[in-house]
Structure formats: structure tokens, C-alpha cells
């Protein structure tokens, strides 16, 4: 099994920018497709990005698309989202994911998640 600690969330102001990275152990990284998911309070768990396990592929909410860029560096075990311009919307609780199979956008697909950074926006 592969674990997942995310880190880099934060307080920030609208129009900010914020890297979050998700650092795996246990089995090599690139053996485990990836995505981010966010949580807010009160909702359900939503889909922000995926990256197949090699990075050829990548999927993006139209949330935040064009905004966001996620990555990964199998060869250091890390994941990355890349956070820019960021509006009060994006508050949330920020997960990384990973899955033997690929699932894209199904939250419920993924078999191995982090513990979660709070990432908040104010206006």
C-alpha cells in the first residue's frame, strides 16, 4: 500500500497563488495514478484534478481549469497542484488521491488518500 501526506495549504488572499504537495511512501509512486479532490463545509467531496500514473494524461474541473496544473515526479515520489489565481470558491480541504486503476474524476475510485490541507481564501 501506498501512503499520501499532502502539504502547502494555507491562508491567502483572492488572486494568490499556492503550490500543495503530496509526498507517497511505502510503494513507488508511479506504480498509482493520481488526483486532487477538495471538500468545503457542507458539501460533498468534489473532483479538481487527475494525472494518469506515467503523467501522460491529465483532467480538470472546469472549476478550475486553466488555473490549476497538476503534476508528478514518480522518480521523487511527489505530486504537485499548482494553485494560481485563486478565488474565495477554492476554500477548501485539499486531498491527494491515488488509485492502481484509473478513475479520473470518481472520487469514489480511489483507494489511498492523504489526510488533507486546508487551503482558505479570503475577498
Known amino acids: 500500500q501506498v501512503q499520501l501526506v499532502e502539504s502547502g495549504g494555507g491562508l491567502v488572499q483572492a488572486g494568490d497563488s499556492l503550490t500543495l504537495s503530496c509526498a507517497a511512501s511505502g510503494r513507488p509512486f508511479g506504480g498509482y495514478h493520481m488526483g486532487w479532490f477538495r471538500q468545503a463545509p457542507g458539501k460533498d467531496r468534489e473532483f479538481v484534478a487527475a494525472i494518469t500514473s506515467n503523467g501522460d494524461r491529465t483532467v480538470y474541473a472546469d472549476s478550475v481549469k486553466g488555473r490549476f496544473t497538476i503534476s508528478r515526479d514518480n522518480a521523487k515520489n511527489t505530486g504537485t497542484l499548482q494553485m494560481n489565481s485563486l478565488k474565495p470558491e477554492d476554500t477548501a480541504v485539499y486531498y491527494c488521491?491515488?488509485?492502481?486503476?484509473?478513475?479520473?474524476?470518481?472520487?469514489?475510485?480511489?483507494?489511498?488518500w492523504g489526510q488533507g490541507t486546508q487551503v482558505t481564501v479570503s475577498s
Open positions: 488521491a491515488a488509485s492502481e486503476s484509473i478513475y479520473y474524476t470518481n472520487v469514489h475510485g480511489y483507494a489511498y
